[in-house]
């Protein structure tokens, strides 16, 4: 049999704080320190933890050349090279290992740099609940334990010399800039017209155009920049309540301007998956019309390969999009949300999505306000 390493890997000295109450009471130090060494290997998706003589033995087995297991086992023992073949972090050509070896398989196809795939399948959550932990703390309980925040303005000169710029024009572009907030009081019986909900995914995410760059090689020209001009964001529609579509989940085709019905659901399971998704931030739940931003990592990577900024490229990139889903939506009378506190992992399974694949980065949504003020809304005051 045949192993070699797993192709991405990073390694934490991982400390953990305890009380403990044994030296407490023997007059010592209270606090004992834990470290153990936690390997973050992103074809897994989940953290394991390995000793010293396995972390050894990672470190000098190959990602790339296959060598022979017996011999491998002589030099690092037999119990440790059968256990990191249990984890997954050694791989092996033996039947039994083809699920693990496919999934590295997978991650080595898509080009990912090794730090960001990490950083992706390793900050996704799964079942996350506003109530739950401190995940969303108010700015009064952050006054309280950190106390101010740094202010919201700098000054770079301590002489104070600046040159005051002319108050700008007001322009066409001004109504809607002004008017855009973030909503969190949706009302919950509206029904997004089609013809709003059409204008808003054509002029956000649907195609302007196509060019052929090189034999076979298409770039589409989008009313958003985007990094290469790839457009590797691909658009999945939550649709609670769109006049004309079934309460269920759609993905979005930006060329052919079509909506592909994936599932549909009742108007309670939308309910539920669209609090799931936005990790039960329920005052964004109501909004009739819900759109996950998801990249496709493997059209950005075929330039950005093995690429430094290629992670950051796909963020600013949903960000660009998210922002023109704003203006469009309050162009239309209605406000709209962007949240990047969502559970990838739930809308992974919902959609069917591989994590190393495709890359669940944002959720945004719209609809008309209800006219209520149950949750904070920061709206322009003139
Ligand atoms: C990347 C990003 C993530 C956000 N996440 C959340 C969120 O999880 N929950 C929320 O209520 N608002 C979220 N917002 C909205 C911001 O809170 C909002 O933009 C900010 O308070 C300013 O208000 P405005 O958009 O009305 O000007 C997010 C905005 C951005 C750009």
């Known amino acids: 049999m045949q192993i070699r390493r797993c192709a991405v890997l990073f390694v934490e000295p991982r400390e953990d704080l305890d009380v403990d109450w044994a030296s407490l009471f023997a007059g010592q130090g209270a606090i004992a320190a ?35 297991r017996v011999a491998c086992e002589a030099q690092f023992g037999a119990a440790t090279i059968t256990h990191l073949l249990d984890l997954g972090l050694l791989l092996s050509d033996a039947p039994e290992g083809a699920a693990l070896r496919e999934r590295d398989e997978v991650l080595r196809s898509q080009h990912w740099r090794p730090l960001s795939a990490t950083i992706h399948m390793f900050s996704r959550w799964a079942d996350m609940r506003v109530d739950k932990g401190m995940q969303f703390p ?11 925040p740094p202010g919201p303005t700098i000054d770079r000169r301590s002489d104070g ?39 808003l995914l054509q002029r956000a995410f649907g195609s302007q155009g196509e060019r052929e760059m090189a034999p076979d090689a298409f ?40 909506l592909e019905p994936l599932s549909g659901m009742t108007t309670a399971q939308t309910e539920e998956l669209a609090l799931r998704m936005v990790a039960d931030q329920d005052w964004f739940q109501p909004a009739p019309m819900m759109v996950v931003l998801v990249s496709r990592v493997e059209r950005n990577f075929w330039k950005y390969r093995n690429h430094a900024k290629a992670y950051r490229a796909l963020l600013l990139d949903a960000g660009h999009l998210s922002q023109t889903f704003y203006l469009l939506a309050t162009e239309a009378g209605m406000p709209a949300f962007v949240t990047a506190a969502v559970n990838e992992i739930d809308i992974e399974r919902a959609l069917g999505l591989d994590p190393l694949k495709d890359m669940v980065i944002a959720v945004c949504g719209c609809g008309p306000a209800s006219g209520a003020q149950n949750t904070v809304e920061m709206r322009y005051e003139p």
Not at 36 to 56: F, K, R, T, Y
Not at 177 to 197: E, H, I, K, M, S
């Open 34 to 68: 834990t470290i153990q060494w936690i390997a973050l290997a992103p074809h897994l998706g989940d953290e394991v933890s390995v000793d010293a003589a396995q972390l050894a033995a990672l470190g000098a087995i190959s990602l790339t050349l296959w060598q022979d």
């Open 138 to 148: 108010s700015f009064e309980e952050l006054v309280e334990n950190y106390g101010t």
């Open 161 to 199: 010399q600046s040159i005051a710029l002319p108050q700008p024009e007001r322009a066409r572009l001004d109504d809607t800039l002004f008017q855009r907030y973030t909503g969190r009081n949706f009302d919950p019986q509206a029904v997004l017209p089609l013809a709003t909900a059409s204008r």
């Open 219 to 258: 770039v589409l020209k989008k009313l958003s920049p985007s990094a290469g001009g790839l457009h590797p964001t691909e658009v999945y529609v939550l649709a609670q309540r769109v006049e004309g579509l079934e309460p269920g989940l759609y993905h979005y085709q930006p060329v052919r301007h079509a």
